[in-house]
């Protein structure tokens, strides 16, 4: 269940960064002063869209898989929590590699991607927790 | 889930998801709309103007440092205000290198192209660096998050900055520049720009700020590729 809940908390932040790649908001409210240089940088582009625009996608899936795996006939099935451990190892893997871009390559930090990153990881430890617990 | 099997614990819980969907949906709506978005308004078939690179310094210096920034970007006001200073005293000042602004508006900052025209029509009245220091050091008092009438905020920093009101308001009024401003977003682009600040220094282009230390390092390097080792010698430090 707090998985979903984080996925849907991470979903509002991915739409936030999506909704500045989109004009739609002047400047990124942004304490530690580098979320705009990133979200600027030719980084914040992957396969020709807005990386925010894949972690929408990335938190819908999340998300739907998550809830799905709370209803009654799913709670079972070990195969859902599986896809959750699938689904938060990938945004892991994807999360560091953009956290390496911000400390090693743009040298900056956008506060929402680090929080968007714990997030994920909290999903993981906790996708991962719920597989062991269902075998 | 073990808790899953509660039927009314899982209402519970969907009516949770609701709650927090509404807040979130609800946060995002009132960003948008404090924000002003909706993004800049500037004509798409606004005409392609001269890109104007405004100077600092003498035009014979031995290395050019040209700079690429966004007025409403806070990279670029973290430069102008930390760096810049630097730059001028110990490198524009001593003769070592002269600075090429060009102004390169980024889409999401809505308030922008109200400071751009500020600026060129401060350039007008021969005082472009004074309007660029002030847009930078002022910058949240009026961004796109600040206010939806930039243009208020940029004749009363005319008036402040002596500059005639009138001509000023005329100029700014009239937004003549913008062919021009738009012209020089053209012109980064062309040069491969994809950031801002960036900076081209001895025929390379470097993304995002730099500090004075590296700036420094780089003008050396090109006095030395140059053959003028000794200028940076009784240079600046």
Redesign the interface.
């Known amino acids: ?1 707090l998985i ?2 984080l996925a ?2 991470g ?2 932040v991915a ?2 960064l999506w ?3 989109l ?5 990124l ?2 304490k530690i ?5 990133v979200n ?3 980084w914040a582009m992957f396969l020709g869209q807005p990386v925010a625009f894949w972690g929408v996608l990335y938190y819908v899936g999340t998300f739907a898989a998550a ?1 799905a ?4 006939r ?2 079972a099935d070990r195969r859902a929590a599986l896809l959750l451990v699938g689904l938060t190892g990938w945004g892991v893997l994807f999360s560091g590699y953009l956290t390496y871009l911000e400390a090693a390559v ?3 930090w956008c506060q929402w991607c680090v929080v968007s990153a714990i997030i994920i990881c909290i999903m993981f430890v906790l996708a991962v927790w ?1 597989w062991r617990r269902a075998e | 889930m073990a808790n899953s099997k509660k039927p009314a614990l899982q209402k519970q819980f969907t009516v949770l998801l609701v709650v927090i969907a509404v807040i979130g949906a609800a946060a995002l709506g009132w960003v948008a709309t404090r924000s002003g978005g909706g993004g800049v308004a500037v004509d798409p078939n606004l005409p392609l103007g001269t890109a104007q690179a405004f100077r600092l310094g003498n035009p014979d210096a031995p290395v050019k440092i040209v700079e690429f920034a966004d007025f409403e970007c806070p990279a670029c006001g973290q430069f102008a205000m930390l760096t810049k200073p630097d730059v001028h005293e110990r490198l524009v000042k001593t003769g070592l290198a002269s600075v090429e602004f060009y102004v390169f508006p980024l889409p999401m900052h809505a308030n922008t192209w109200s400071a751009s025209n500020a600026a060129y029509c401060a350039n007008e009245q021969g005082k472009f660096w004074e309007m660029h220091d002030r847009l930078f050091y002022t910058m949240d008092l009026w961004n796109t998050q600040a206010t939806k009438n930039p243009d208020k905020k940029m004749k009363q920093y005319a008036a402040e900055l002596g500059l005639d009101a009138s001509k000023f308001d005329e100029c700014l009024d009239s937004q003549r520049h913008y062919p021009n401003i738009k012209a020089s977003g053209a012109e980064a682009e062309r040069q491969g720009i994809g950031e801002t600040p960036s900076f081209i220094i001895g025929g390379k282009k470097y993304a995002g700020s730099l500090p004075y230390d590296e700036i420094k390092r780089l003008v050396d390097e090109e006095l030395v590729r140059l053959g003028k080792a000794d200028t940076a010698k009784k240079g600046a430090k």
Do not use: N, Q, R, W
């Open positions: 269940m979903a809940v849907l908390v979903l509002f739409v936030y909704m500045f790649k004009g739609l908001i002047g400047s409210s942004c002063g580098g979320c705009d240089k600027t940088s030719p809830y795996a709370t209803l009654e799913f709670a743009i040298h900056a719920e």
